[in-house]
């Protein structure tokens, strides 16, 4: 069954200066929240770049639609738009390595065939304009994913 909230707007706290740390006992600690990312076009490459560089975020999957894992990493490393990318981007089989960090990437038409939720992405940002309904959205959240963020509307 579909949970009414399940799939509804949520912004890292790059975008919107919320926290997403954890309060234990009084005391903060940080708690990164399981990411990923549906489509590596403009968007989904920025939105990539800004989890990147966000202590909170841990992006654990991206899936490009037909885009190959050094094809990624030619996109992300030499962005016409956002320009060339910090730090190091390598491929280790079918993982994007950015800064060291190991990233799952999928090459699937369908999400729910990623299995969002088995690689930690609670969250997945759709970046391709395409799963844009509740409706749509749901085969995310029946790969695993608690949450959808919109890229657009």
């Known amino acids: 069954s579909f949970a009414a909230d399940s799939v509804s707007a949520y912004a890292p706290s790059a975008f919107s200066g919320t926290s ?67 730090g190091t981007v390598e491929i280790d089989g079918d993982f994007l390595v950015l800064n060291g960090k190991k990233i799952m990437t999928s090459r699937c038409r369908d999400p729910k065939e990623v299995g969002w939720g088995a690689l930690g992405a609670d969250y997945v940002c759709e970046s391709t304009g395409v799963f844009l309904t509740k409706e749509k959205a749901q085969s995310i959240i029946d790969g695993g994913a608690k949450k959808v963020i919109y890229s657009a509307l």
């Open 20 to 86: 997403l740390k954890a309060t234990s006992n009084g005391s903060s600690m940080s708690m990164a929240t399981g990411m990923g990312v549906n489509g590596f076009g403009r968007i989904g490459r920025l939105v990539t770049r800004i989890m990147m560089e966000d202590e909170e975020c841990n992006l654990t999957a991206i899936n490009a639609g037909s885009a190959t894992p050094d094809y990624m990493a030619y996109q992300y490393k030499y962005d016409t738009i956002h320009g060339i990318a910090k």
